[in-house]
């Protein structure tokens, strides 16, 4: 009976060792896509003009603020946001990192939403990149100076509205450092479409697709 037992035992003890020794798996981890369909049309589909976001804004947000260092006396009323698990983030050359609690809340479900819907489709992750967020007077008006295209009545400047690149992504490196293999942007932003559709057809938000800039223009709801 002894013998049997330490024969279990050595066995067991074998196969922890074994366990504990397997190399990782480090081949590339391929996309396999399915169920990619994004939207009919961009513009029809994303075709929200700036009245509709402004109207919504001048409602739900903050007064416009002359300068930069206005943004951090509104605690509660404005959200700091940074680069997370969620998303990721531009320098923000023209606004600065703020948000109504409504809309910073309204970005997190769309980095959450993407996150999973790639997973879903069989895609490896990816971030969404914001490109733009609150922008005071001073910012609109260094804006206007060099794009003079700019709207010097931003929706930018009530904290209710965000920018989202859909030509650019961040790619979520493998923890284990495993090698992942890229996804197209024409891709990813399929799969973005699908993600914000959803989303403006809850009425979550407001989106206007816009094809200088290079983004969706979100104003949440």
């Known amino acids: 009976m002894k013998g049997a037992c330490g ?5 067991f003890f074998s196969l922890i060792v074994f366990s504990g020794c397997k190399e990782k798996d480090m081949s590339m981890k391929m996309n396999e896509p399915r169920n990619i369909k994004g939207v009919i049309s961009y513009k029809r589909s994303f ?17 416009p603020l002359a300068s930069r260092a206005e943004a951090e006396g ?34 997190d479900t ?16 990816n971030q969404v990149i914001v490109t733009s967020v609150l922008r005071t007077e001073d910012d609109v008006k260094r804006l206007r100076r060099q794009n003079t295209n700019a709207s ?11 920018d989202i690149s859909y030509c650019r992504f961040r790619k979520v490196e493998d ?15 399929l799969v973005l479409a699908e993600v914000l559709r959803d989303l403006r057809k809850a009425d979550r938000c407001y989106i206007k697709y816009e094809l200088k800039q290079g983004c969706f223009h979100i104003t949440t709801r």
């Open 110 to 125: 769309i980095g959450v939403n993407f996150l999973d819907s790639l997973a879903c489709k069989g895609l490896n992750p």
């Open 47 to 63: 075709g929200d003009l700036n009245d509709v976001h402004l109207d919504v804004a001048k409602k739900i947000g903050i007064r």
């Open 175 to 189: 923890p284990d450092g495993r090698p992942m293999q890229d996804v197209s942007s024409d891709t990813l932003k």
């Open 74 to 107: 509104l605690d509660g009323k404005l959200v700091r946001i940074k680069p997370c698990e969620y998303y990721a983030m531009d320098s923000l050359t023209h606004s600065i990192p703020f948000l109504i609690p409504r809309a910073s809340a309204l970005l």
């Open 152 to 162: 010097a009545n931003s929706v930018h400047a009530y904290g209710t509205t965000f």
């Open 7 to 11: 024969t279990l035992f050595s066995l």
